[in-house]
C-alpha cells in the first residue's frame, strides 16, 4: 500500500504543478538517471508519501542525486507529505544538499508556487466524502 500512496501523491503532485506552473519541465536524465520527479524553474522536485527505506543503496542516490542536480544547478527539493520519515535517509538527503519540506511546509511551498490550497481541497474532498476507492 505504502508504494500505491506514494504513486498516488507523486502524480497529484506533478499533474498540480504541470496544469498551474508555466516553468514545469517534465523528468530529466543526466546520464541514465532521472534524479527528480520535475521540475519547475531551477527547482528539482521529487515528491514522496514519505521515506521509510534504510536501503543502503538508496541512501546514497538521495545523496548523489542531490550533489548531482546541484552541480547542474537545480535546488534540489523534497517534498514529503508525512513527517514520520527515517533520520538516517534524511541525514543522507541532508548530505546531498536537498531542501526537506514536510506536512505543513509541503502544502505551503505547493500553495505558493501553483496558486492552489491542496490541503483545504484534500480536507473538502474528506468531509464531503466525494471521494471513491475502487477495488
Known sequence: MGRELGK??????RDLFEATCEDFEAPKK???DEPADFFIGKDAIDAKYRVGSGDSGTLKK???YGKLLKKKGFRPVFL????DNLPSAISKMNAG???ILTNDDTFDYIKINT???LKDWLHKLAKKDTYKIIR
Open 97 to 99: 544538499g536537498w531542501l
Open 115 to 117: 496558486g492552489f490550497d
Open 30 to 32: 543526466f546520464g541514465k
Open 62 to 64: 538521495f545523496e548523489s
Open 80 to 83: 514529503f507529505l508525512r513527517t
Open 8 to 13: 498516488c501523491w507523486e502524480t497529484l503532485l
